[in-house]
């Protein structure tokens, strides 16, 4: 029987991001036990449910039923339990008993003492009645002991605990008194939880995987953090920004640190940690060109990724008699054709390898004429070559038109060629180049991509775009100057930005990092354009990712 009157028979709902983030008072919590036929839940059956529900602390409701398991009791587990077969010849078969729990329970979280071994039980029922897994989420008192109490007790067993909290209700291995048992374990180690920071969903879930280190007590450091977008920084003992990061909810994001992450970098970054600041962004779009912006501005030591690029390069198709490929170090010089910026040579280096890979462009340097025979790519059949002056220059320029016209335009020329070139490889059992030619095929993708993304943005100028989360932004060719929710007013903005001719590629690789970022925003599902100075516009032929070839 239960005493929780409520509407027809649902499973619960997955709980929400925003629900993670909900006080603990606000949170119903459904105290269950089970007893069974046995340890296995492929094998054994329930006889008994137990559950009692809360809010708020106060007491909503109670479930009690005893389960027909179909199949006779084990003697010893009559004995531990005191359930014998008569008593449950006329009890409910679970196919009655589990929607009555069912609807009882709700969206409630699921609470038991091992947890996992009740929960394996209610999921095996519910898959075979054809309600699907449960997608309650579960707290474990027996982790929470372990983490809490661990040094109080002398071992985690309900019986123990029970008594170590003086429960009013003693267990024994009867579902509902079992239950009540475990609900006044968990409400004493919910008091201990607190006095730690634990005072919302989240922490209470992630609390039992919170490392036993020196660095743990730091998380008090996290109180004053809001449930917000934004970008929060860590700061050493000088006061100087050793890391920076962005998040959706900056308490959450940033306590997730002190919980079960056994990064080295994490344990020295804790160490080191002396203060935390934070800064709230409208949107999730604003916390990210943030965070790239502000690493950018302190080079925090413990930021690995998206700092300041020490060594930028671009890849130029040279604008002379015969084209070739060379890499520079800065973008003033276009040539013909312009790709990049690449954080490195090495980036750079793997673009022109692809573009050689994928063309016959001369790899030589030298003018033509210069030599009495071609150079070795050219007597390999890897290239053209003008070194020994017999080259016919018109030939030459339609291989170059050509490299032209798919960077531009189709890029399946080049990136079918190197598709080619891998599946070759691989056919032929050399792994070990098909992987190189991968890699190059990927590279060479990912740059005209971003490409593409960047000669858009420029075209379009200003762009006024809204998601259906209800975030807008305001982006004047790629850089992000305005972001808000709708509903909040739209904020000041600086006056357009008026360029005679856009760059053919970014300037710097900060400005390249930030228009990929945007971009990726604006071509979301969800994401709306409401307004554009220019044209928004794409090649037609789309840049095809290289099928999976195991190499």
Known sequence: MFDLVSGGVTLARQRTFDDLGAPLIDVPFCVVDLETTGGSAASCEITEIGAVRYRGGALEGSFQTLVNPGAPIPPFITVLTGITQAMVVEAPRIEEALPAFLEFCGDAVIVGHNIRFDMSFLNAAAERLGYGRLPNRTVDTVGLARRLVRSETRNMKLSTLAAHFRSPVSPTHRALDDAKA????????????????????????????????????????????????????????????IYVGKAKDLRSRVRAYFYGDTRRTIDTMLRELHTIDHRVCATELEASVAELRLIRAHSPRHNRRSKRARSPHWVRLTDERFPRLSMARSPKDPGLLLLGPFRGRNGARTVVEALWDATRLRRCTGGPGRRSAPCAPAQMGRALCPCDGTLDEHAYRGEVETV????????????????????????????????????????????????????????????????????????????LIAAWRTGDGQPLVPPAVALDEPPPAPVTVADAEEAHLVWTWLMQPGVRLVDASGGVALPARPIRRLERIAV
Do not use: C
């Open 182 to 241: 475990t609900a006044h374990v968990f409400w004493a180690l919910l008091e201990r939880a607190g006095t730690i920071g634990a005072t919302h969903l989240d922490d209470l879930l992630t609390l039992p995987t919170a490392r036993g280190k020196p660095t743990y007590g730091k998380i008090r450091l996290t109180e004053g953090l809001p449930r917000r977008p934004g970008v929060y920084f860590f700061k050493d003992r000088d006061g100087e920004v």
């Open 404 to 479: 032209i016209g798919a960077v531009r335009d189709d890029p399946d020329p080049l990136l079918d060629a190197l598709a080619d070139r891998v599946a070759a490889h691989a056919r032929a059992g050399r792994f070990e180049e098909a992987a190189w030619v991968r890699d190059r095929h990927r590279a060479l993708a990912r740059a005209l991509e971003r490409r593409r993304a960047w000669n858009a943005m420029q075209a379009a100028g200003r762009i006024h775009a809204v998601a259906d989360d209800g975030s807008e932004a305001i982006v004047d060719h790629g850089r």
